[in-house]
């Protein structure tokens, strides 16, 4: 079965310091991949998404990530992290084969930014 | 464009009561799904829908009853409610014919309660 994996519920990071939250899939083909983000209260906000061609996707807010198909996983990063970037980050698949499309999510890591 | 919209925002129930959730959007878009995010749990689809008058279930549809009579509407039935079902429910939706429209658009959430 198709699976999105999340491995840190939480990360902790001081602001300025870099992040990476990472994200891995297991499917035969190589999905659609999307990064979203969900503020205390909100719903969720598309970060950035990957189909096809570079493998390095920028998004808003300064994140951006890569695809490596040979790791099955797609790392979200930002050079420095900003307090207002605290918040719920989840990834998401979409095989596109077979007509359907409907979204995998992983479960989400929580980012906390300390001052 | 007010893009995803929920009603209600916030709703207690008592056990055995019912109510329905409304989803609205104004894309014109074809697919349209319904969430609910407990703590740790990550988002989890109840049921979606692909088009017009068609629905179908996700992973957790117990206890859940959906209909799409509009296509631009999208509604979630709770027949007894029970506390199990206390949750954050979000609607969403998407246009999935063209990978590039691939990414699914929230609402802001209704906060269920079930005493």
């Known amino acids: 079965a198709q699976s999105v994996t999340q491995p840190d519920i939480h990360i902790t990071v001081s602001e300025g310091a870099s992040l990476e939250l990472r994200c891995n899939y297991s499917?035969?083909?190589?999905?659609?991949l999307f990064w979203y983000v969900q503020s205390p209260g909100q719903g969720l906000q598309l970060l950035l998404k990957?189909?096809?061609?570079?493998?390095l996707v920028q998004g808003i807010k300064g994140f951006e990530a890569e695809f490596k198909r040979s790791q099955s996983s797609f790392n979200l990063r930002k050079p420095s992290v900003h307090w207002s970037d605290a918040a719920e980050y989840f990834c998401?698949?979409?095989?596109?084969?077979?007509?359907?499309?409907?979204?995998?999510f992983g479960r989400g890591t929580s980012l906390i930014v300390h001052p | 464009n007010a893009g995803v919209t929920q009603t209600p925002k916030f709703r207690v129930l008592k056990t055995g009561q019912s109510m329905t959730l409304l989803c609205a959007q104004d894309?014109?878009?074809?697919?349209m799904y319904w969430y609910r995010q407990d703590p740790g749990m990550g988002l989890r689809l109840i049921h979606y829908?692909?088009?017009?008058?068609?629905?179908a279930k996700g992973e957790v549809p117990d206890g859940y009853n959906v209909s799409r009579l509009k296509k631009q509407n999208f509604l979630l039935g709770l027949e007894s409610a029970a506390p199990s079902q206390t949750s954050v429910y979000f609607c969403?939706?998407?246009?999935?014919?063209?990978?590039?429209?691939?990414?699914?658009?929230f609402g802001p959430g209704t906060r269920l309660t079930v005493l």
């Open positions: 990957y189909f096809s061609g570079d493998t």
């Open positions: 894309m014109n878009h074809e697919y």
């Open positions: 998401a698949v979409v095989l596109p084969s077979g007509g359907s499309y409907i979204p995998t």
């Open positions: 969403a939706s998407s246009y999935p014919r063209l990978a590039y429209y691939n990414e699914q658009f």
């Open positions: 829908s692909v088009g017009e008058g068609t629905t």
């Open positions: 499917y035969g083909a190589t999905p659609y």
